[in-house]
T-cell receptor, first 115, second 116 residues
Framework: AQKVTQTQTSISVMEKTTVTMDCVYE???????LFWYKQTASGEIVFLIR??????ENATVGHYSLNFQKPKSSIGLIITATQIEDSAVYFC????????????FGTGTKLQVVP | NAGVIQTPRHKVTGKGQEATLWCEPI?????VFWYRQTIVQGLEFLTY????????DSGMPKERFSAQMPNQSHSTLKIQSTQPQDSAVYLC??????????????FGEGSKLTVL
C-alpha cells in the first residue's frame, strides 16, 4: 500500500541557515513520482520541486534541492539560505506510476525561520 | 493566466443542509482532483476526473458525497445532509496531464466549509 510519512512536526531555524525536512514513503511500484509542496499561512499550496524515481540525480530548483535515497525510500527537502518567507508548512507527496491515480500526501512539517 | 478558481471561499451550513462547492480548473488542464484538508486527517484525496470522466472516487465517503464534471471548465462537489464532521477545507487541484509522466498539482485557494 502507498504511504508517505513525515515525522518532523515542526522545525525552527535561524535565517540564512540550511534546513532539511525528512520524508519516507512506501510503495510496491518500481516507478513513482515524488513531490514537495509548500502551504503558506494564507492556506495557498504551491508546488516546489519533484523527483522522478528513475532519475539518479537529485533535483534542484533555486534554493530548494532534494536528497533522494532510493534504497531507503527517502526524499528529503533541503532549503539553503533560508529566508523569513520560507516559514510555512511543507508537504511531501507521492504518486505511483502504474497503480496510482492521485498524489498521496504526508502530514506536513511546519517550518519557522526566525531572524 | 488565472489559477484554479474555487467558490465559495467560505460556507457555513446548518446540520442536515446541502452544500455545493465549485471549481474552475486551469484552462487546458485535463486532470481535476478534489482533496479535503483537516487538522486531524491532513490532506485526503477524494476524487479525480480526467478529461471530464470520473476515474477514481475511492476517497469519497460513500454516502452524502458526490462530484461531477459536466464540462471542461468546471467541477462540483456536493455534500448532502451535512454533518459537523464534514467541516474542512475542500481543495480543488488541476494538472496539465495525467499519465506516465504526471505533472504537479495546481491548487485552488480552497473552500472552507463549516457545519454548525
Amino acid at each position: 500500500a502507498q504511504k508517505v510519512t513525515q515525522t518532523q512536526t515542526s522545525i525552527s531555524v535561524m535565517e540564512k541557515t540550511t534546513v532539511t525536512m525528512d520524508c519516507v514513503y512506501e510503495t510496491q511500484d518500481s516507478s513513482y513520482f515524488l513531490f514537495w509542496y509548500k502551504q503558506t499561512a494564507s492556506g495557498e499550496i504551491v508546488f516546489l520541486i519533484r523527483q522522478d524515481s528513475y532519475k539518479k540525480e537529485n533535483a534542484t530548483v533555486g534554493h530548494y534541492s532534494l536528497n533522494f535515497q532510493k534504497p531507503k525510500s527517502s526524499i528529503g527537502l533541503i532549503i539553503t539560505a533560508t529566508q523569513i518567507e520560507d516559514s510555512a508548512v511543507y508537504f511531501c507527496a507521492m504518486r505511483e506510476t502504474n497503480s496510482g491515480t492521485y498524489q498521496r500526501f504526508g502530514t506536513g512539517t511546519k517550518l519557522q525561520v526566525v531572524p | 493566466n488565472a489559477g484554479v478558481i474555487q467558490t465559495p471561499r467560505h460556507k457555513v451550513t446548518g446540520k442536515g443542509q446541502e452544500a455545493t462547492l465549485w471549481c474552475e480548473p486551469i484552462s487546458g488542464h485535463s486532470a481535476v482532483f478534489w482533496y479535503r484538508q483537516t487538522i486531524v486527517q491532513g490532506l485526503e484525496f477524494l476524487t479525480y476526473f480526467r478529461n471530464q470522466a470520473p476515474i477514481d472516487d475511492s476517497g469519497m465517503p460513500k454516502e452524502r458525497f458526490s462530484a461531477q464534471m459536466p464540462n471542461q471548465s468546471h467541477s462540483t462537489l456536493k455534500i448532502q445532509s451535512t454533518q459537523p464532521q464534514d467541516s474542512a477545507v475542500y481543495l480543488c487541484a488541476s494538472s496539465p496531464r495525467q499519465g506516465r509522466d504526471t505533472g504537479q498539482l495546481y491548487f485552488g485557494e480552497g473552500s472552507k466549509l463549516t457545519v454548525l
